[in-house]
């Protein structure tokens, strides 16, 4: 009854979510904070003015979102930790500063970075060769490349889990397919600085696209939207279900040249014309109108990674150092899932995965101060 594509399906795992009891979860790379209190006015103030809205379909082109996106990355640089707050005003770092006006035509938003790079895969990654991808990479990525039918080559880690770059290089260009990998990457929590991924962009085919996942540049990242105005087959995704608060509002987008964001609303039109809701987009533009708000919280989130770090190299642990909001850690002398075990018998969730290579590992989301103090203090006692 089911055709053979669907045979050959290996879906996603999530991160545990469990409703036998409460815990503290540490195990999804979620934000720990709430978004700001104005995009809970903005989404009452919605409802309250304009219930028909709910009965009809939004905009399909989400144009104001866009608009406000755009002014958010113009403000911010694209790295919230780094930016300069002054009250409600926030001004890009300097080694973020992007050396153009980013617009709206070069935004396309939709249902999470997931759907995003559901039709980034199928605009642009041919079935007929071989996608490069690195050894431990977000695990959405070999899913997507099943879904539409196109092998993948992999490509071992470095020993210090950094991305190895001209081995990515030469097989992109031997399959003369196209590149994506996240910058910070996950689950590493390893970042490559701006000048790397421009020295890979100059030595990748320019004819095939170069597609950098910035999910969790904002917790300390290098933003590669200043090198859109170098390279014209560079496109970026990026999400507001790290360091914008929102992983319930399923937000994701791209920045890159509008004749890019052309293919992929191309695509869009061909499956979902109306794929924002009503009630997101109000969220999304608010969170995008109070960067402060946001900036603020992924200092607090980058604050609390260095404390945490510094926490287990003094109890003897290994860890990745991260540029994201968690961190990759083993202990030397108990297994990974041991470790998951007995932190989730102390009432707290962190992710452990069974991949070879990083079995070993817990990946650890970071909190509040309140929740890190707990997770440390149940680490002191296993």
């Not at 500063?97 to 709206?104: E, L």
Request: with cysteine; net charge neutral; aromatic share 10%.
């Amino acid at each position: 009854m089911i055709s053979s594509r669907m045979k050959n399906l290996h879906p996603y795992v999530p991160g545990e979510q469990p409703k036998d009891r409460e815990y503290i979860k540490l195990n999804a790379n979620e934000n720990p904070y709430a978004p700001s209190s104005k995009v809970q006015e903005a989404l009452v103030d919605f409802i309250n003015r304009n219930p028909m809205k709910l009965a009809l379909y939004p905009d399909p082109d989400s144009l104001e979102l866009h608009a406000s996106i755009a002014d958010m990355l113009n403000k911010t640089g694209g790295v919230l930790c780094n930016a300069v707050v002054n009250g409600e005003k926030v001004e890009p770092a300097e080694l973020d500063k992007i050396p153009f006006t980013v617009t709206p035509e070069m935004i396309y938003s939709g249902n999470g970075s997931d759907e995003v790079l559901s039709f980034v895969f199928y605009a642009f990654f041919d079935s007929g060769r071989k996608l490069v991808l690195p050894e431990f990479t977000y695990s959405f990525y070999p899913v997507y490349a099943g879904f539409y039918n196109i092998e993948t080559d992999v490509v071992p880690m470095n020993k210090d889990w950094s991305l190895n770059k001209e081995e990515m290089l030469s097989r992109a260009k031997k399959n003369g397919s196209g590149l994506i990998f996240a910058n910070p990457n996950a689950p590493s929590g390893i970042s490559l600085s701006r000048d790397e991924v421009r020295k890979m962009l100059e030595k990748a085919d320019s004819n095939q696209i170069f597609v950098v996942d910035e999910a969790y540049c904002d917790f300390g990242g290098e933003s590669c939207i200043s090198l859109l105005a170098e390279f014209k087959n560079l496109l970026i995704v990026r999400t507001f279900s790290k360091s914008l608060c929102g992983a319930g509002m399923r937000l994701g987008y791209v920045v890159s040249s509008p004749e890019i964001v052309n293919y992929i609303t191309t695509v869009k039109n061909s499956l979902n014309h109306f794929p924002i809701d009503a009630l997101a987009q109000v969220a999304g533009n608010a969170a995008c109108k109070n960067p402060a708000y946001y900036c603020e919280c992924a200092k607090k989130v980058v604050e609390e990674r260095e404390s945490f770090q510094n926490f287990l190299k003094e109890k003897g642990w290994y860890f990745v150092p991260s540029k994201t909001n968690f961190v990759l850690a083993k202990h030397p002398c108990v297994s990974g899932e041991e470790v998951y075990k007995r932190i989730k018998q102390e009432g707290i969730l962190v992710r452990h995965f069974s991949t070879k290579g990083i079995e070993e590992y817990v990946r650890i989301t970071i909190g509040t101060k309140e929740q890190m103090n707990a997770l440390k203090e149940a680490i002191s006692r296993i």
